[in-house]
C-alpha cells in the first residue's frame, strides 16, 4: 500500500535555528498538508498546498514557516527560527482519489518529532 | 468555523467486548465527510473509517462502524469485539465537501484502553 514517508523522524534543534522537515507524498496526489500535534492535544491544521502553492493556511502558520515542493516529489516545511513553542509531532499528510477516482480520504506520514531546546 | 468535540478524554473496554466513542460536531455545510482516525503509541495517523455526509447509510469497516445522525450533528464510532491491538488514541475529524480536498478540523481525541 502507498506510504507518505516523513524525514527524519525525530529532530533536536536549537531555539532559533533554522529547520526543514521532509515529507514525500504518494506519487499521484495532488494535495498536501502539514498538521501539527503539541504532545497530548489535538492535531492542528498547518497549511495545504496545491498547484505549487498555498490552498489554505491557518493563523498558525506565520511568517516564520513556509512550504515548498522543490523537486515534484519532495514537499518540506521550513520553521526559519524555532521557538521553544515549536516542539511539537508534525505530520506530512497527502490527498488523492482512491480506487474509482471518488475522494477517498488522506494518507499521513509517521510524523517527525521535533524538539526545541 | 466547524468545531468537532469529543466529550471523553478516555474510556476503556474489556477486550472482546464493544464500546462507543462520542463525536459531535458544529457546522452550518450540509455536504461534508467525517472520518475517525487511530493514533496508537507509534502516533501514525490511520485512518479507521469515513462517512460521507449525503449518505444515510452508516459506515462500517469490519469491527468498526459508525452512528451517524445528521440532524443531532453526531457521529459515534462503535467497535466491536475489541482487540488489544485497537488501544489507542482516536480523533474524529471533520472535512468541507465544498472545497476540493480541504483541511481536516479535529476533535480533542479520546484515549481508549482495552483491558486484557
Known amino acids: 500500500e502507498p506510504e507518505v514517508t516523513q524525514t527524519p523522524s525525530h529532530q533536536v534543534t536549537q531555539m532559533g535555528q533554522e529547520v526543514i522537515l521532509r515529507c514525500v507524498p504518494i506519487?499521484?496526489?495532488?494535495?498536501f498538508y502539514w498538521y501539527r500535534q503539541i504532545l497530548g492535544q489535538k492535531v492542528e491544521f498547518l497549511v495545504s498546498f496545491y498547484n505549487n502553492e498555498i490552498s489554505e493556511k491557518s493563523e498558525i502558520f506565520d511568517d516564520q514557516f513556509s512550504v515548498e515542493r522543490p523537486d515534484g516529489s519532495n514537499f518540506t516545511l521550513k520553521i526559519r527560527s524555532t521557538k521553544l513553542e515549536d516542539s511539537a509531532m508534525y505530520f506530512c499528510a497527502s490527498g488523492g482519489p482512491g480506487a474509482g477516482g471518488q475522494f477517498y480520504g488522506y494518507t499521513f506520514g509517521s510524523g517527525t518529532r521535533l524538539t526545541v531546546v | 468555523a466547524q468545531t468537532v468535540t469529543q466529550s471523553q478524554p478516555e474510556m476503556s473496554v474489556q477486550e472482546a467486548e464493544t464500546v462507543t466513542l462520542s463525536c459531535t460536531y458544529d457546522t452550518s455545510e450540509s455536504d461534508y465527510y467525517l472520518f475517525w482516525y487511530k493514533q496508537p503509541p507509534s502516533r501514525q495517523m490511520i485512518l479507521v473509517i469515513r462517512q460521507e455526509a449525503y449518505k444515510q447509510q452508516n459506515a462500517t469497516e469490519n469491527r468498526f462502524s459508525v452512528n451517524f445522525q445528521k440532524a443531532a450533528k453526531s457521529f459515534s464510532l462503535k467497535i466491536s469485539d475489541s482487540q488489544l491491538g485497537d488501544a489507542a488514541m482516536y480523533f474524529c475529524?471533520?472535512?468541507?465537501?465544498?472545497?476540493?480536498?480541504?483541511?481536516?478540523?479535529f476533535g480533542q481525541g479520546t484515549i481508549l484502553t482495552v483491558h486484557p
Open positions: 475529524a471533520y472535512r468541507s465537501a465544498g472545497v476540493s480536498y480541504g483541511k481536516l478540523t
Open positions: 506519487s499521484n496526489h495532488l494535495y
